[in-house]
């Protein structure tokens, strides 16, 4: 009877498995990344109703559905401080319903994160191959931000999915090309980066300067600058502008030109200037920067690995410019945000892919460094992560969503709404700002100009500023007393 041989036959069997592994790994890995974007964005679209600002943008995209596409439209009076692309992306995801819902609403949000992690995996898998390309796509949603902003009816991650593509079809534009030397751009793909810039400004005037505080310090570290005026630049910057040329146009023969750029000069000035009662917030420079990495921890801890000088020796000039891109990605844009006085940490979140990639940059090196040991502790550290964040998503969707909702009840005050206004008759409102109740209120609500255009036999609501006020109004009959979704008395009333 032969002795079995079993030292010799497990080690070919555990390398058999490893190799059947890696080959299962990469071919497995875009199914993987599918599931994961499923898990992180999908899982949460329908739970509780719409909080906060989603009400706002969900009411404006169920105008879209009656005909308002061309710029946005709230109580039916334009409403220009953001340009029409989100509510657009709500009215096309809710098409197949016939009207919106709070998961049509989220969906534009879920659509434009999977195609930023789509689009940051193709980038790595290029440059680094498989395996870097599966950690980024796995830690790009793993941020405090994406947790909140991801599924919502909120504008910053559509802002988001176009600001990355813009940027991964400029790398496209330019990859293969050596620093220093006279590059070569491929004008299909730069001119698809400034169609997702001009599709950008369309969402959220901001696109922009994150493309542009991006590309100008990459250029200028490569020596690479010409291409700002070349030629293909140039056609690129013209296809771009003329898109956003044509809808302005559009705009002002139904607006008016004054109108329009009254609107783009206050947000500007919201945005670049200190208020007043408060002045510049000094303080800001410390705590914003701050605030930012911790949103995105830990994986933002090993970028800072690639500001160390030894780092600067990728094995070739791809890895070096997909480097450099980050770096540009990631410091000119939180420089130039920290500086502006009026900033909340989502505003950062078209930087969130250039900071993330460093991260994966710094811990693929770790990976790598030579040691066995190390490489498993990274992988192993990787997985109780992920297994973490996936046990945070389930726990916010759970407990953190159903108890940041408890007790706003839109839907019920929506309601009562409706069996005091006859079917057909609109709703009147000044002042009002709580859109939630609107939107489930689900029929017209316009806007009053002043207390004396409240027609004969109409119904109004009233903030408690404007009751206490009421005499203005002329007379009034008092139909009840609710309360909106921060608890504050609103008055529904009727002109006699």
């Known amino acids: 009877m032969k002795r079995w041989q079993g030292g010799r036959v497990i080690p070919q069997l555990t390398s058999f498995i490893r190799w059947r592994w890696s080959l299962a ?20 679209l329908e739970a509780g109703p719409l909080y906060r ?64 992690v789509v689009l940051m995996h193709s980038l790595f898998r290029r440059v680094l191959g498989e395996q870097a390309a599966f950690w980024v796509a796995l830690l790009l949603p793993c941020s405090v931000l994406w947790l909140d902003k991801v599924p919502s009816a909120e504008i ?54 994150f493309f542009y505080l991006t590309v100008v ?6 020596r690479q600058v010409s291409v700002l005026w ?22 002002v023969q139904h607006v008016g030109v004054e109108a329009l750029v009254a609107t783009v000069q206050k947000e ?39 500001l160390r000088t030894n780092f600067w020796n990728p094995g070739d000039d791809r890895a070096k410019f997909l480097l450099q891109l980050l770096h540009c990605w990631t410091w000119p844009n939180l420089l130039f945000w920290t500086l502006i006085p009026n900033h909340n940490v989502r505003y950062v979140l078209p930087m969130s892919p250039g900071l993330v990639g460093l991260g994966v940059f710094g811990l693929y090196s770790l990976y790598n460094s030579g040691s066995a040991s190390g490489g498993k502790m990274v992988g192993r550290q990787l997985f ?3 297994l973490s964040w ?18 706003r009840n839109a839907e019920i005050t929506a309601a009562r709404l409706r069996d005091h206004v006859p079917a057909g008759q609109p709703l009147y409102a000044i002042q009002l700002k709580d859109e939630g109740i609107t939107f489930y209120y689900a029929r017209p609500v316009r806007k009053l100009s002043a207390p004396a255009a409240l027609p004969s036999g109409a119904v109004a609501l009233l903030i408690q500023q404007e009751w206490d006020n009421r005499a203005s109004w002329g007379s009034l009959e008092l139909l009840e007393c609710i309360y909106d979704q921060q608890g504050d008395p609103i008055y529904l009333v009727r002109k006699p």
């Open 25 to 44: 790994h990469t071919r497995l890995a875009p199914v993987a990344v599918a599931l994961w974007c499923a898990v992180l964005f999908i899982y949460g």
């Open 384 to 386: 109780v992560f992920i």
């Open 156 to 209: 910053d991650m559509t802002l988001v999915g176009w600001v990355t593509a813009a940027i991964v079809f400029f790398h496209r534009a330019l990859d293969g090309n050596s620093a220093s030397s006279r590059p070569t751009v491929r004008l299909p793909f730069l001119i698809f980066s400034l169609a997702c810039v001009a599709a950008g400004t369309l969402t959220k005037w901001t696109a922009p300067a």
């Open 217 to 222: 310090p990459l250029l200028l570290w490569r």
């Open 53 to 116: 600002t989603e009400s706002l943008r969900a009411i404006i995209g169920r105008e879209c559905l009656n005909g308002h596409w061309l710029y946005p439209v709230l109580y039916g009076e334009p409403f220009l401080t953001k340009p029409p692309g989100h509510y657009v992306a709500i009215g096309l995801c809710s098409l197949p319903w016939g009207e919106v819902t709070a998961a049509s609403a989220r969906l534009p949000s879920v659509v434009a994160a999977t195609l930023a």
């Open 390 to 407: 996936f046990i945070i998503k389930v726990i916010f969707v759970e407990v953190v969503i159903p108890k940041r909702l408890a007790g």
């Open 230 to 251: 070349s030629g293909k630049h140039l056609l690129a910057l013209a296809v771009a502008v003329g898109m956003c040329l044509a809808w302005a146009w559009a705009v």
């Open 268 to 306: 500007a000035a919201y945005r670049f200037a200190p208020k007043a009662r408060h002045g510049y917030p000094w303080w800001e420079l410390v705590s914003y920067p701050l605030t930012v990495f911790a949103a995105h921890l830990p994986v933002s801890a090993f970028a800072l690995l690639t």
